[in-house]
């Protein structure tokens, strides 16, 4: 049997396989009024595809922890229980289909308050409803886009809770992972760079300093997600830079100090908080990343970027680079890339669903 289908186990849960699909927004919740980053019949059938298609673990895009913590107005949510309540059609779809539903819990930062991507994504007016993005430091995160307001301690405490009162609201919306965003230049990774992050609080300056706010997110959901259930995070391995920046090394460090605060997977990608950078991609780019996490870290690590054939992905868990893969555009343009998989490795893969039957 190809690793790719061998089951894996994290703290008390197993996952079927290690095909997984990384977190992708969809900018389809509505916008105003009751439905305010509320899932609805779309996330249900994107997210339904995928489990059917036997997936074995789906993150579902990243997910504010509040109204101003969203990329755009049409981002998911879960700071209420009308979400929760949401977002438990789709985790009960997705368990009956053996698939493992999981949420990652985000702040976009000095990111936020941006259009959607077909709408061309840039940051939003006062007349298209803006709001004022938030960051560790009043550094805009590109040319034309709006100087973020310097959070305060106070702010910083604040924020930190609700990414605890998110992960209760992800339990009890029928979750089974949480992910901590790490990555993409949001948040907590701008606070992780010294591109983004120019404090001389206790929240900057060294590597304790700008991974504080990591730590104290990452302890606030520990202590609230279940013992039982695992908790990732997922980073931006490196900023792309040549200086100034988040680095691989630094990447390594972190993981260790966040398994040892009951981290149990690193989910590990690149780039997003410089703008304007060369990132050289090309299949499996980010894999080496991923590989050092698990090797010199000694940490449970999740590949991701440019991973689009079966025997590619199998590779990867077969070398140990890693131990699952994330799929995310390949998803979108094959939701049943896991059976395609199965056949082409001569895997013993996932089941067709029983409606599914006669075409086996």
Not at 144 to 153: D, K, S
Not at 172 to 182: D, K, L, M, N, T
Not at 270 to 295: C, D, E, L, M
């Amino acid at each position: 049997m190809s690793t790719l289908f061998e089951p894996y186990t994290l703290r008390s849960l197993t996952l079927p396989n290690r095909a997984w699909m990384a977190p992708m927004c969809q900018y389809s919740a509505d916008v105003s009024g009751p439905g305010t980053g509320v899932a609805n019949d779309w996330h249900f059938a994107h997210y339904a595809a995928r489990a059917a298609g036997g997936t074995g673990l789906i993150l579902v895009e990243a997910t504010g922890v509040s109204p101003e913590g969203r990329i755009s107005p049409a981002d998911l949510g879960i700071w209420n229980d009308t979400q929760v309540a949401a977002f438990r059609r789709i985790t009960a779809f997705l368990q009956e289909q053996g698939t493992v539903p999981g949420i990652q819990l985000a702040h976009a930062g000095r990111k936020a308050s941006t259009d959607r991507p077909w709408l061309g994504g840039g940051p939003l007016t006062e007349g298209q409803g803006s709001w004022q993005p938030l960051a560790p430091s009043p550094v805009p995160f590109d040319t034309g886009h709006p100087v973020p307001a310097e959070l305060t301690v106070e702010d910083i405490g604040r924020v930190v809770e609700q990414f605890a009162d998110a992960a209760r609201r992800a339990l009890a919306a029928g979750f089974r992972v949480a992910e901590v965003h790490g990555a993409h230049g949001y948040l907590i990774g701008e606070f992780l760079s010294p591109h983004s992050n120019r404090r001389t609080d206790a929240y900057g300056g060294d590597f304790d300093g700008r991974t504080r706010f990591a730590r104290e997110v990452v302890d606030a959901v520990r202590a609230v997600w279940p013992a039982e259930l695992p908790l990732f995070f997922r980073v931006s391995a490196t900023d792309w830079l040549e200086e100034g920046g988040w680095t691989a090394d630094d990447t390594v460090r972190l993981a260790s100090v966040l398994a040892d605060r009951g981290v149990d997977l690193v989910d590990v990608s690149s780039g997003g908080n410089a703008a304007g950078v060369s990132i050289p991609t090309g299949p499996g780019y980010q894999v080496p990343f991923a590989a050092r996490v698990k090797r010199e870290a000694g940490v449970p690590a999740a590949a991701v970027g440019l991973i689009t054939e079966p025997e590619q992905a199998a590779k990867i868990l077969a070398a140990g680079e890693a131990d699952a893969v994330l799929l995310g555009r390949q998803l979108l343009r094959e939701p049943s890339w896991p059976r395609r998989a199965a056949r082409e490795l001569g895997a013993a893969g996932p089941q067709l669903p029983l409606q599914y039957g006669r075409a086996a």
